[in-house]
């Protein structure tokens, strides 16, 4: 019988590996800067755009569009593998139909300094996105947009810094504000406070595969995880020496080796589901980190953007870290794809 | 009977109406210099050698040297750069040029259309000359896809949104105020744009809109008009242009459209003045008769709030009193708006351009940049820093704070000031110029100026130092504030009283020769009047007796009361005063002078008046 097992094992293992390699993609890394060059606050440097890149191809950045765009986030349609892109940006949402060879804005005045933007997982139609002034729905692929704000009452809860879709669930939404965090259940037409009484939550991310796993980073308190669905939270800091952070990632391939960077913090690393840190700054020029993605094809690989140095790449895990493009760029968000 | 009366009553109207729409003698000749002021302010650009948009501008629009016109068009728009203040003159010089202009040139300027996406910026002004240049230029083009527009979307997509922007823009400017108010530099970036729509728009309603915003934008500042000077305070300035108030744009708009003070020029200026805009005859009245003082309230909005805040557009209330010698104007405190605020100054006639006295505390933090701008506020200072060099210096003469608060009746004014201790800035400043003809630091406590036939007295409620500053060189504006050495060659530019007591205020009296008298008079007769003031912690107050017999009361931050009664700043009106009035909500504003009256209606979109 275990001989049969192991057989069968064999023979399938045989019969899939070329399958693999035939559907292998090529992981490509996409970063949004929120500027390249010196950063004025109002002022937008013409260099200012959306870039992207073969993971293996050191510095070989190819340029992608938007230019004369503070880019804030950018979304990608997976099921359609990236036919359909979205940018957040500071003058709306700027969509391409086409890989992103050509754009087109597709949100009118009314949305603008645009923080976040995510495709419905299945249908592209569905896009949302959030600024300073709330979170907005389009169901007509950005013809038509409707502000939802219901729930979401003060100046500070308007302010939606970033929003994640429950991956077990599109209906769910959960969103960190300059107030508290809300989760929405009815695919972000209204929001209700979750369990988390602290204010400026910069940023909301979802354990990979543990759909109740949540984690927040604040402007002045840290890191809280959640892991009941947002119902209760706890700090964890055992480790960490700064207040302020913009981005968590999980590595997808282990989700119990998290990172999160933010102001003055070099690359924070836990290798235990966030009970203890340790961090991490050697070879980055500066300390204020915006963004971090994990390969997922490669766990020790990923890349930290940093807030006017461009990106750096670790091939460890995160000990050691090296330049990889997009010089002096204020680099608001990174996303690996594999298309 | 009734229908003879009706008759007559018909009659006397019809005959009434070459009378009433006859322009003035004085208009007129009004008119003839405002049109030689014209000619001689494009004069300057449409011989101008040097590659400009506003050289081209003037040479199409004057029919002259064409072949120089396009070639230099075409070489400029090889390398577009820039926002907004790419598309104001591009667009300005197609305007003008269009009809006269080599197919080749059209053909760049689409081509950089097509090719070029500026940024929409961030602010009222930067939204109002990008919607602006977006819908004239897509009325040109009026049919195109979005493959032919480089934002994506087509010519009809461009021109709904920039119309539905410009007309909620104008809803909100009058129900509830504008934002970039009273800005004697930034007018300049509304008065381009407006003045481009009145002119080149072909939807009716747009031209329409173009032209009574503009009305209403020099109708604003032509109440607050003083000898080329526009009363503060302000909204936004940059800190060069209030010391020296020639090199802000209003200046020339009152020489140009008021035809008051020197012949000032600025090549942004010429795009307005190349167009057909003539200021109406009530709008020069209001702006030029200073034969009776008068009060004027307004009320603005503060620039939307994103975080940290209440309310998204928080009220601005603002009080001025003029004369023909001076003028004195006040916001009533607080964080009003980012980084450029002024809060309150006196300006007068004497030692132009070099006018005004004012105080204030120098507040800089990350809290008020995060409260306008979406960024990191943790990184955000140097950004902020980048453009505005001055905003966190300690120096600084320009920009609100928390910890102000103003009460002006008529021509006194109070100021207060309780300061958090570990703020920035744990002092105050008071800018006295160096030109005045006297300043008497009197053993009463009172500091007593004399600026010509303006007199204003200062009352310190606490100790301060003096020191001298110097003017610097004009490239030296862009690092730095001010400068307390004297390298031998640098002329005396003002005197700061600074005081460094966290508790702390001062009373300002202004009166002119015509209302007082002698200096001797206001000085003897202002060194009894001591105003009584509570300096401690969370009881800042003062309560003092004007030189008019009005009792003043004021305690920080809001507790205002004259003559035993509260004052209640929540009930003031768009605009209020002899010449301009509009009620919060109306969407209407009336202009009166003596018998003369006219009306934008914003709700109807429509221009009446009586003359």
């Known amino acids: ?339 | 009977m009734t229908r003879k009366f009706f008759q007559l009553f018909l009659l006397l109207n019809l005959l009434s109406v070459p009378f009433a729409q006859a322009q003035s003698k004085t208009y007129q000749h009004y008119l003839k210099k405002f049109h030689e002021r014209k000619a001689w302010f494009i004069s300057n650009y449409d011989t101008l050698s040097r590659e400009s948009y506003s050289a081209i501008a003037a040479r199409y629009a004057m029919n002259k040297d064409i072949k120089w016109a396009d070639k230099t068009f075409i070489k400029m728009l090889q390398h577009p750069k820039g926002a907004m203040f790419w598309m104001f003159p591009v667009v300005n010089c197609y305007m003008h040029g269009k009809g006269k202009m080599s197919p080749e040139v059209e053909k760049a300027v689409r081509h950089a259309w097509k090719t070029y996406a500026p940024s929409r910026g961030d602010t009222e002004n930067h939204w109002a000359m990008w919607y602006t240049c977006l819908f004239l230029m897509s009325e040109q083009w009026p049919d195109l896809p979005g493959s032919e527009w480089a934002r994506g979307t087509s010519s009809e997509e461009n021109r709904k949104e920039a119309k539905e922007y410009l007309f909620d823009w104008a809803r909100i400017t009058t129900t509830i105020g504008q934002g970039e108010f009273d800005s004697p530099d930034y007018i300049l970036e509304y008065m381009v744009p407006l003045t481009l729509l009145a002119q080149f728009a072909q939807d009716p309603q747009m031209k329409k809109l173009g032209e009574m915003l503009t009305d209403y934008i020099m109708a604003d500042f032509a109440v607050e008009h003083l000898d080329q000077q526009y009363i503060g305070g302000y909204s936004r300035i940059y800190e060069r242009n209030l010391m020296n108030f020639h090199t802000s744009a209003s200046s020339i708009f009152a020489y140009v459209y008021f035809g008051v003070g020197e012949a000032l020029k600025h090549g942004w200026v010429l795009f307005p003045v190349l167009t057909d805009y003539k200021l109406p005859e009530i709008i020069y009245d209001i702006a030029t008769d200073r034969s009776k003082s008068y009060i004027h309230r307004e009320r603005k909005r503060v620039r939307n709030v994103i975080r940290y805040g209440e309310e998204r557009n928080p009220p601005v209330y603002k009080y001025d009193y003029i004369t023909k010698d001076y003028g004195i104007g006040s916001l009533m405190g607080g964080i009003l708006q980012p980084i450029q605020q002024h809060t309150w100054g006196v300006r007068y006639t004497y030692g132009k351009p070099y006018s005004i006295i004012f105080g204030m505390h120098p507040y800089w933090s990350l809290h008020e940049i995060g409260m306008f701008f979406p960024e990191e506020v943790k990184t955000s200072m140097a950004a902020i820093t980048a453009s505005k060099t001055t905003y966190n210096n300690p120096d600084k003469w320009t920009g609100g704070s928390p910890f102000e608060r103003t009460f002006q009746h008529k021509n006194t004014l109070i100021a207060l000031y309780d300061i958090d201790l570990g703020t920035t800035s744990n002092h105050i400043d008071g800018f006295f110029p160096a030109n005045l003809e006297k300043r008497i630091i009197d053993d009463s406590g009172w500091i007593i100026c004399k600026a010509g036939d303006t007199y204003v007295g200062w009352y310190p409620l606490q100790p301060g130092q003096w020191s001298k500053e110097y003017e610097l060189k004009k490239q030296a504006y862009n690092t730095k504030t001010s400068s307390s050495v004297n390298d031998g060659t640098m002329k005396l530019r003002n005197y700061r009283l600074r005081s460094y007591n966290l508790q702390n205020g001062y009373v300002v009296e202004v009166r002119s020769k015509d209302e007082i008298g002698s200096f001797d008079n206001f000085k003897n007769k202002l060194i009894t009047h001591i105003p009584k003031a509570a300096m401690t912690p969370g009881n800042v107050s003062v309560k003092y007796k004007t030189l008019d017999k009005d009792i003043m009361e004021f305690a920080f931050p809001n507790t205002r009361k004259l003559n035993g009664k509260t004052v209640d700043l929540t009930k003031t009106p768009l605009f209020e005063g002899p010449f301009l009035n509009a009620e919060v909500g109306s969407q209407m504003l009336t202009m009166t002078y003596k018998k003369k009256k006219m009306v934008l209606d914003f709700k109807k979109l429509q221009i009446s008046k009586n003359y």
């Open chain 1, 1 to 339: 019988m275990r001989l049969t097992v192991k057989l069968l094992r064999f023979v399938l293992f045989f019969l899939c590996f070329p399958l693999t390699l035939l559907f292998a993609q090529e992981s490509i890394v996409y970063v949004a800067p929120l500027s390249t060059g010196f950063y004025h606050t109002g002022m937008v440097i013409p260099l200012s755009a959306l870039f992207y890149k073969a993971v293996d191809a050191d510095t070989a950045w190819r340029y992608k569009g938007r230019p004369n765009n503070r880019i804030s986030g950018m979304a990608f349609h997976a099921p359609s593998k990236g036919k359909y892109m979205a940018l957040a940006t500071h003058t709306g949402v700027h969509q391409s139909f086409d890989y992103g060879k050509t754009w087109k804005v597709t949100s009118g005045w009314q949305i603008t300094e645009v923080n976040h933007v995510a495709y419905d997982p299945i249908n592209p139609d569905i896009i949302y996105c959030s600024s300073p002034y709330g979170f907005y729905k389009t169901v007509d692929a950005g013809k038509s947009w409707t502000k939802h704000n219901k729930g979401l009452q003060s100046i500070n809860a308007q302010f939606v810094s970033s929003f994640i879709i429950d991956h077990s669930n599109p209906h769910v939404l959960y969103c960190s504000t300059e107030d508290v965090a809300y989760k929405s259940t009815d695919m972000g037409e209204s929001w209700q406070k979750m369990g988390l009484r602290i204010r400026h939550i910069r940023t909301i991310v979802q354990h990979p595969k543990d759909a109740k796993v949540l984690a927040v980073g604040t402007e002045d308190n840290g890191i809280y995880f959640s892991r009941d669905g947002g119902k209760t939270w706890g700090k964890r800091d055992t480790g960490i020496f700064a207040s302020t952070f913009y981005t968590i990632a999980f590595d997808p391939s282990n989700p119990d080796v998290i990172y999160a960077g933010g102001f003055q913090t070099g690359v924070y690393k836990s290798t235990d589901g966030g009970k203890k840190w340790k961090q991490y700054f050697k070879g980055l020029p500066i300390l204020d980190i915006h963004a971090i993605a994990i390969d997922p094809q490669n766990s020790n690989r990923l890349y930290a953007g940093t807030m006017g140095k461009g990106v750096y790449r670790s091939d460890d895990g995160g000990q050691t870290w090296a330049f990889a493009g997009v010089k002096n760029g204020l680099i608001s968000a990174i996303k690996i794809e594999s298309f």
